[in-house]
């Protein structure tokens, strides 16, 4: 293996005996090394940059399909949206409650309408077998991160895993996850910034921090794709935009966005989701910050 990174970079708590021990997949070989793999004909690595985009919960059948047709046309390439959500407390709407496996054929149903891929989040393994019939990704949420047991069993289902980062997770442990899949001989792995738990000095203007610095610390270090996630990042809705932009200019390589026709009245995170018009203008500037970093926003119209 060659030399990824510097022996003592600012601020690493990671050295080449480590990559060399403990992630030995994740990690880069040389310096220009990049993955570069297709997913449902969407191409990921250094010189693209796809958009999942979506509601955060699926909510009903009209409002996936909606959401799939109206963001397919505005520049995605990916339909988000969890029928299995991981809410933070546990007094649940009736919507959440049938969500569930009805969200999963719901998917199911957009994914054919719309003719676009489709990524979920995935909690548990025994709803494995339904979700990984619709996902085309699937997606391990920030709090399962490091549920070994769950990473394992969605590895060695063969397809692509989206592994969001702990929201209280050094890139070390992030990594160490992210091998956890790759040693399953699962080479399709996509890594998103989701942001972090505020330090102090940010509690009064946010929960979370997007961890903007970590995308070209993660890609010093491993030739996975590394996206961010600014809208759970931020939390607002007025900051999505701003982040989402400076995550492509800090060289991510893929976007996750939360879209609603109607944010406001979202079933879940109503604060951070923006609307079809916001959705399609930020793709217009998120290409033009493509150019600057030799990206190619991946629609999956393009395709
Ligand atoms: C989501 O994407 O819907 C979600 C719950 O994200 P996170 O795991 O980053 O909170
Ligand atoms: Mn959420």
């Not at 990049?34 to 699926?58: C, D, H, K, Q, Y």
């Not at 699937?138 to 047991?149: A, D, F, K, V």
């Not at 979370?208 to 939390?235: G, M, R, Y």
């Not at 982040?243 to 390589?253: E, F, H, K, T």
């Amino acid at each position: 293996m060659g030399t990824p990174i510097q022996n003592k970079a600012p601020g690493k708590d990671i050295s080449h005996e480590d990559i060399k021990e403990k992630f030995p997949l994740v990690a880069k070989e040389d310096k220009d090394h990049f993955s570069s793999f297709e997913i449902s004909n969407i191409t990921f690595g250094p010189e693209s940059l796809p958009i999942f985009a979506g509601p955060n919960m699926v909510e009903s059948e009209d409002l996936i399909v909606d959401v799939a047709l109206e963001v397919k046309k505005r520049g995605a390439s990916f339909l988000r949206g969890g029928a299995f959500k991981p809410l933070t407390f546990p007094y649940r709407s009736e919507k959440y409650n049938e969500t569930r496996e009805k969200g999963i054929e719901w998917l199911s149903i957009a994914k054919s309408k719309a003719q676009i891929p489709i990524i979920t989040e995935i909690m548990e393994e025994k709803y494995l077998g339904i979700i990984s019939e619709v996902a085309d990704i699937l997606q391990i949420g920030t709090r399962n991160m490091q549920n070994y047991p769950l990473l394992t069993a969605c590895a060695k289902t063969g397809l692509p895993i989206m592994l969001k980062r702990g929201y209280g997770s050094s890139l070390r442990d992030w990594l160490g996850a992210a091998e956890y899949i790759m040693v399953e001989g699962n080479n399709k792995v996509i890594l998103c910034e989701r942001g972090v738990v505020a330090p102090h000095t940010h509690r009064s203007t946010s929960r979370f921090l997007l961890d903007l610095q970590v995308v070209p610390a993660a890609k010093e270090i491993t030739h996975l794709p590394v996206c961010t996630d600014p809208s759970h990042a931020t939390f607002w809705r007025p900051w999505v935009k701003s982040m989402a932009l400076a995550s492509v200019a800090a060289g991510c390589d893929g976007i996750m966005l939360e879209v609603h026709p109607d944010p406001e009245n979202a079933a879940v995170d109503p604060l951070q989701a923006i609307n079809y018009d916001d959705f399609e203008n930020l793709t217009k500037d998120i290409d033009k910050i493509c150019s600057v970093v030799n990206k190619k926003l991946v629609t999956c119209i393009q395709q």
